[in-house]
């Protein structure tokens, strides 16, 4: 079984930070690009970040551009987001995704991950 296990969410207040991280278990992600999604109540789940499989192509969603940072560390199987100048509107769930096939692309469809976490819960209050 694939599965990665997000942590990091939690409550902070508006202009705050939160580090997620995700651990993938059962498939070593070297040679995969990664993503992370978010999901509001009653929404789609919308496109966050990518990352490469080396690390150095990102994408983001432009609402967060310039407050979070996605990066990865192959050694520890992990990839991570760094949220800064966290709004309310960044609210939700957010999910750690692993793409159904290797590529040396950054995609933000989720028709192309195949394997998601359960989510981190992070809240932004006022």
């Known amino acids: 079984q694939v599965q990665p296990v997000e942590t990091g969410g939690g409550l902070v207040q508006a202009g705050g930070s939160l580090r997620l991280s995700c651990v993938v278990r059962?498939?070593?992600?070297?040679?995969?690009?990664m993503g992370w999604f978010r999901e509001f109540p009653g929404q789609e789940r919308e496109f966050v970040a990518a990352?490469?499989?080396?690390?150095?192509?990102?994408s983001y969603k432009d609402s967060v551009k310039g407050r979070f940072t996605i990066s990865r560390d192959n050694a520890k199987n992990s990839v991570f987001l760094q949220m800064n100048s966290l709004r309310p509107d960044d609210t939700g769930v957010y999910y750690c995704?692993?793409?159904?096939?290797?590529?040396?692309?950054?995609?933000?469809?989720?028709?192309?991950?195949?394997?998601w976490g359960r989510g981190t819960q992070v809240s932004v209050s006022s």
């Open positions: 059962g498939r070593n992600i070297a040679n995969y690009g």
């Open positions: 995704a692993v793409p159904l096939r290797t590529y040396t692309g950054l995609t933000d469809s989720r028709e192309d991950y195949g394997y």
């Open positions: 990352i490469g499989r080396s690390g150095n192509a990102k």
